[in-house]
């Protein structure tokens, strides 16, 4: 079993719409999630972090449900430049992993006029 | 600001041959350093990561190696490259705490083409 899961997508959206994906994890240990965005043939970029009770940065909302082990992405009124493939990051949680991270292989997000 | 460059952003290569990539990190200082490979279409796979000067840790088998000669530079290398060792090598920091919500930071990347 992969220890970050995302469902590859491609997830099709009209301008102004909402989209909405989840991300699961299986080590329960995990202290740290984040979301990044991937654009074609460049880096990830750090797109937020993602807390317990859930936080919002503009059009982005993310949710972190624990005992489930499932983080989520919502984008609102999405953009053409919201196209990317957004990556879902969980920390290792043991003691000897700290500062590691394991990435999701990513959500493919399709923003269409 | 702290800022990471990798070098070079392309770069095509026979089987056999030798590798050099290189990563540098400015304004920070003692960071965590970290290698990715990604293949295409593909999540990203830890190669090695560094906690220190000297201090590498492997996390597959390969017959890449990296190295950290200085503080902020670290240093991905082969011998003699396969073409399995085609991908975008993906160098990244992060600040130097054992726990929180420390994410990393991902330089440019290099486009490896084995022929």
């Known amino acids: 079993r992969k220890e970050v899961e995302q469902d590859p997508g491609p997830f099709n959206v009209p301008e102004g719409a909402t989209v909405a994906f989840n991300c699961t994890y299986s080590?329960?240990?995990?202290?740290?999630f984040f979301w990044y965005r991937q654009d074609c043939r460049k880096e990830p970029k750090l797109l937020m972090s993602?807390?317990?009770s859930g936080n919002e940065d503009g059009r982005f909302t993310a949710q972190l449900n624990r005992a489930s082990q499932y983080i989520s992405l919502l984008i609102r009124d999405s953009k053409l430049s919201d196209s990317a493939t957004y990556l879902c990051?969980?920390?290792?949680?043991?003691?000897?992993?700290?500062?590691?991270?394991?990435f999701g292989a990513g959500t493919q997000v399709v923003v269409t006029p | 600001s702290q800022t990471i460059h990798q070098w070079p952003a392309t770069l095509v290569q026979p089987v056999g041959s030798p590798l050099s990539l290189e990563c540098t990190v400015e304004g920070t200082s003692n960071p965590n350093l970290y290698w990715y490979r990604q293949a295409a279409g593909r999540g990203l796979q830890l190669l090695f990561y560094s906690v220190g000067i000297g201090q590498i840790s492997s996390e597959v088998p390969q017959n890449l190696s990296a190295s950290r000669p200085q503080d902020r530079q670290f240093i991905l290398s082969s011998k003699k490259l396969l073409l399995s060792d085609s991908g975008f090598y993906l160098c990244?920091?992060?600040?130097?705490?054992?726990?929180?919500?420390?994410?990393?930071?991902f330089g440019d990347g290099t486009r490896l083409s084995i022929l």
């Open positions: 990244a920091w992060s600040v130097p705490l054992r726990t929180g919500n420390q994410p990393q930071h």
């Open positions: 990051v969980v920390n290792g949680g043991r003691a000897d992993s700290w500062g590691k991270l394991q």
């Open positions: 993602v807390y317990s």
């Open positions: 080590n329960s240990a995990s202290q740290s």
